[in-house]
């Protein structure tokens, strides 16, 4: 287990930032929560980054796995309170997050979660197989 | 142009990476940076020490906090004695990435900084300079 806890919520995994995470830590809470996507049968997770004042190309690239792995795996994964001063800098990074969904926060990230989901369903619903 | 901090420390893990990114805010606070112009030199410095962990087998940096007339600034030198950078134009170039990254290290930490100057000689080392000013 990494040490950032993962916290489970109805069928949201919710996930907070609150250090300055070493990279094997950020590759740790990755492999952490796509086993948690799986054992929880979560249909979304929440990564709230209010607290990063930085997110460098490696964290990016995290991001982004989550968001892609969690998509194989039949969730959803949206990247909550991005600070400012954090978002002009990854784009003159050159880092452009595709693929990952964002809110400005919790509540409208549980939203977004859950419009998300229920889009799917109405679409046709979990999909089988 | 006085050099108002001048410190050095070494670059050789991860764990270091995440102290390069905290000395590096400590000297941009100093300098008077706004958040923003924190924001991005501590981004580029994280770039660029992870570079030094994982493709120059560890190093140092010196940090250096500037003071010219009116403005002031934050230089930062890594320095490695790894394998070097045999094709320095390819390794600039966006996307290229010759480990697991995304290819924005080098490029992107250079559009972070104002000043930014990479030395490379093959089989003996890499010196990154890199500059903001307030």
Not at chain 1, 90 to 119: F, M, S, W
């Amino acid at each position: 287990m990494s040490e950032i806890p993962v916290l489970k919520i109805r069928d949201i995994l919710l996930v907070s930032i609150q250090i300055d995470m070493h990279d094997r830590l950020a590759l740790q809470l990755q492999d952490d929560l796509t086993t948690r996507i799986v054992r929880d049968r979560a249909r979304g997770v929440m990564i709230d980054i209010s607290a990063l004042d930085i997110v460098d190309s490696f964290i990016g690239r995290m991001l982004n796995n989550i968001a892609a792995m969690s998509r194989v795996l039949d969730a959803v994964t949206v990247v909550v309170g991005m600070r400012p001063a954090v978002a002009i800098t990854l784009v003159e990074l050159g880092l452009t997050l595709t693929g990952v969904r964002t809110a400005l926060n919790v509540d409208k990230g549980l939203a977004l979660i859950d419009a998300l989901v229920d889009g799917e369903e109405g679409a046709g619903g979990r999909r089988a197989g | 142009m006085v050099v108002e901090q001048d410190d050095t420390m070494p670059v050789r893990g991860s764990d270091d990476v995440v102290r390069v990114r905290q000395a590096v805010r400590a000297r941009a606070i100093a300098a008077g940076f706004s958040l923003v112009d924190q924001t991005k030199i501590i981004t580029a410095a994280s770039e660029i020490a992870r570079n030094t962990v994982d493709y120059g087998g560890g190093g140092s940096v010196r940090m250096e906090v500037l003071r010219d007339g009116r403005r002031s600034g934050v230089r930062l030198t890594f320095t490695d004695h790894g394998p070097g950078i045999p094709d320095l134009a390819l390794a600039q170039t966006d996307g290229f990435t010759s480990g697991h990254g995304l290819g924005l290290g080098l490029t992107g930490a250079r559009r972070l900084s104002n000043e930014f100057d990479i030395v490379s000689t093959p089989g003996a080392g890499t010196i990154v300079t890199l500059a903001r000013w307030k």
